[in-house]
């Protein structure tokens, strides 16, 4: 009797241990193919021990480091919740890591959670780079605070980012946001550029940025349509651009070399930097943007340098004007230069936005502009099609 009651007992036991051993398998299992995917992109990613099931899983110590590096990080624990099998990988509703703080050299810096929606771990053996690809469809971080002994310095709020991925031949596209940063400018040491800053009214600024693009895989084409930093009472400055060349294949090739470089931190510099230079021969330049909108800075500016020498804004604008021409004659270029000082001549008189672009009539290669600023640095505003212009929309 008492040997058939420890028998049920012992079968109870483990038949109830068994959904717990199973769940922590596949705990471990979720936890190694991570490590497995951001090994391909040359991250080191450890921990101490897991915990928990597929419905909320727990990686506890996790550590991350990057070749090369001896120290690793600490980032404390790592939480998994709604863990899916999906197409022999793992689909995660989020992944999110604990409040982070460190400090160095009497900075101190605090990091909110940041928070992985819909994160793909994808299955191990695929030939394809995009299909292999850890995804996740946004991110988010509350805060990020700066701080110099008790004195706030920078902070940043709501970070976000929305990601489409690549499927059915489509493009992947993305957007992010800061819906707001501060920084306190009051700290800066240089006498000179506290002046200035002072001056202007900048010691605490505000803003925001917005930022979007795609990525095209199978013609590598990635593009980069926004990415403003705003300040508030100041203005925007912009930049976009379009590449070409950043294929799966591309991509490959840079994972090869990074684990090269980790495996092999001897090798020759020299040997490494012909591997990056023949890297840089498949990317392609199809354009660039770089704009200044102007909300108030550019009067200020004037105003400030006005007060300095005891004479009109206007003044100032116009000896600007009289300058541009005998600094642009040095780049030896007539028709650049004439549109360098027809546009800060008309930015000047009427500060809305001035820009630079680079339009190329065809794709070229970041090595030949590697090679022209080093050996030909006059000519390169012609091989990139370089043009000035103020207030366009």
């Known amino acids: 009797m008492i040997r058939s009651t420890f028998q049920k007992l012992a079968l109870s036991t483990f ?36 915990s928990g099931d597929t419905s909320k899983m727990v990686l506890e110590g ?32 989020t992944v999110s890591t604990e409040p982070y703080r460190f400090t160095e050299d009497k900075t101190d810096v605090e990091l909110s959670p940041l928070v992985l929606s819909g994160v793909s771990l994808p299955a191990a053996g695929s030939s394809d780079v995009v299909a292999s690809m850890l995804m996740y469809d946004s991110a988010s971080l509350a805060s990020l605070d700066v701080k110099s002994g008790d004195k706030p310095v920078f902070s940043l709020s709501n970070l976000s980012m929305e990601v489409t991925p690549p499927k059915d031949g489509k493009a992947m596209e993305f957007t992010g946001s800061v819906e707001k940063f501060t920084a306190d400018l009051s700290g800066v040491e240089d006498p000179k550029s506290k002046a200035v800053l002072d001056g202007l009214g900048y010691r605490n600024i505000s803003g925001y940025i917005e930022a979007s693009g795609s990525w095209q895989p199978s013609d590598g084409t990635m593009s980069l349509s926004q990415y403003d930093v705003t300040v508030d009472n100041a203005g925007t400055l912009g930049l976009t651009f379009g590449i070409g060349g950043y294929t799966p294949a591309f ?9 090269k470089i980790a495996e092999q931190p001897e090798t020759d510099n020299s040997t490494l930097g012909l591997a990056a230079l023949g890297l840089m021969q498949q990317l392609t330049l199809q354009g660039a943007t770089i704009r200044f909108d102007d909300d108030s800075l ?26 541009v021409p005998f600094l642009t004659a040095q780049l030896n270029n007539p028709e650049l230069s004439g549109q360098i000082t027809a546009a800060v001549g008309q930015f000047l008189d009427e500060p ?13 290669p970041f090595a030949l502009i590697a090679a022209g600023a080093m050996s030909a640095p006059l000519e390169l505003p012609k091989t990139l099609g370089v043009t000035v212009r103020a207030n366009e929309e």
């Open 298 to 323: 550019t009067s200020k500016v004037l105003d400030y340098m006005a007060r300095q020498q005891g004479v009109k804004p206007s003044d100032i604008a116009n000896q600007a004007k009289a300058i």
């Open 251 to 259: 991509l490959k090739s840079m994972q090869d070399l990074q684990k």
């Open 62 to 93: 996790v550590t991350l480091a990057t070749p090369g590096e001896n120290e690793r990080l600490s980032i404390g624990n790592v939480t998994f919740e709604g863990v899916a099998e999906e197409n022999g990988g793992y689909r995660i509703d």
């Open 352 to 364: 809305q936005s001035i820009a630079v672009k680079a339009e190329p009539g065809s794709p070229v």
């Open 15 to 50: 038949l109830i241990s068994m959904p717990l051993q199973v769940y922590a398998q596949d705990a471990a299992a979720v936890a190694d193919r991570l490590k497995e995917l951001l090994a391909a992109q040359s991250m080191d990613m450890d921990w101490q021990a897991v």
